[in-house]
């Protein structure tokens, strides 16, 4: 299954539904949030638990600290005890890593970038656009490309056989296609295929007379169906060539920065939820240092990567829900926890006062 091609799909569902790829995505991070919502319950009470655990847990470490085996044996006892899982806390995080990827693999596909890469939103220009990006318009015959520029075979490929045609041909690897000579922007550029990478008989490829094949430059995403003509035991083909447009996009950086914010606001939502729960006081500074070096080191990695637009919007509004999601389920746990509390002391009200029975002292005469 494609699963980049499932997820334009998706995409494309929820922009006939809202009318706008921009709120589409929108969408899918609410959609995305919802179904991770009860993940997000058993995060919470997995930071509370192990807040309130924290102060019995470093006496365990420090009293066998000399012994890591039976530190390790007693930890997993302690857990057991409580009923207290230690990754509860990380699962939300390591379901939402594919999906991640997974847009951001379908945001610069091919398939999303023809079909609503220039679509605007709000401030952004275009959703498949990075913060530095060289651009390319997809087939106009015409390739953007640069010297060190890599080619792969995009899914369509028609074989010609003489007056037969075969259509949807499946080539070996995407990597098939290779460059013929140096690339000079402006100049025709040369590419080849190697027959033996086609998945054909013998019997077919020696019929084969020419080839149409859609490829795709991997740094600007830019496709263009080019003609291949049998040469030999290869396919080859010239394409014109021109100099791509790079250009500095301030909405893209405007999304690092929201996004930035919206992390430092969700880090700091948190640590004030939880400020009147115990907690280690080292482990309290860690993670005030790591609320405020994460989001310098993210803006880093993301100036620096080239990540769309359309990923940077989801990435957004994840942390206002992420935001939203912490208060309300904060509250539903203290809720619960002044239930619970009320539950105990009724019992202790409730609960019959044993009076102490009198007794008497018994004097003997004295003889």
Not at 138 to 162: A, E, T
Not at 183 to 203: C, E, R
Not at 234 to 259: E, R
Request: glycine share 4%; charged share 20%; net charge positive.
């Amino acid at each position: 299954m494609d699963f980049t091609q499932a997820t334009v799909e998706l995409l494309k569902v929820l922009n006939t539904l809202t009318g706008s790829y921009g709120l589409a995505i929108i969408a899918l991070t609410v959609i995305v949030r919802l179904c991770l919502w009860p993940l997000g319950v058993s995060q919470q009470r997995s930071m509370r638990a192990m807040q309130i655990l924290q102060p019995k847990i470093k006496l365990i470490q420090e009293r066998y600290k000399n012994d890591p085996q039976t530190a390790q044996r007693k930890m997993m006892e302690f857990y057991k005890e409580h009923k207290f899982n230690p990754m509860a806390g990380c699962l939300p995080l390591l379901i939402q890593m594919p999906i991640f990827i997974l847009l951001y693999t379908a945001l610069i596909s091919p398939q999303f970038i023809v079909e609503a890469g220039t679509s605007p939103f709000l401030f952004i220009s275009r959703l498949d656009t990075t913060l530095r990006g060289s651009a390319g318009t997809s087939y106009d015959g015409v390739f953007s490309v640069s010297q060190n520029d890599k080619f792969v075979v995009y899914k369509k490929v028609k074989i010609f056989m003489g007056d037969q045609e075969l259509d949807n041909v499946k080539i070996a690897s995407k990597n098939a296609v290779k460059t013929q000579g140096s690339i000079v922007a402006g100049q025709s550029m040369d590419l080849k295929v190697n027959l033996d990478d086609i998945d054909l008989k013998y019997s077919q490829l020696e019929k084969i007379t020419g080839a149409q094949i859609d490829i795709q430059n991997m740094k600007t995403r830019e496709v263009e169906t080019v003609k291949f003509e049998k040469r030999d035991n290869i396919l080859a083909a010239s394409i014109p060539t021109n100099a791509p447009t790079s250009q500095f996009h301030p909405d893209v950086l405007i999304l690092i920065l929201l996004f930035a914010a919206t992390m430092i606001i969700t880090q700091k939502v948190m640590m004030a939820t939880n400020k009147n729960t115990p907690q280690d006081p080292m482990q309290a500074q860690m993670q005030k240092m790591m609320g405020t070096l994460m989001p310098v080191m993210i803006i880093f990695m993301f100036v620096i990567a080239p990540i769309p637009a359309g990923v940077l919007l989801y990435l957004v509004v994840s942390n206002i829900i992420q935001i939203i999601q912490t208060i309300v389920i904060n509250k539903q746990l203290e809720i619960e926890d002044n239930l619970k509390a009320g539950a105990a002391n009724k019992d202790l009200s409730s609960a019959k006062t044993i009076t102490p029975i009198e007794t008497k002292t018994i004097e003997t005469d004295k003889k």
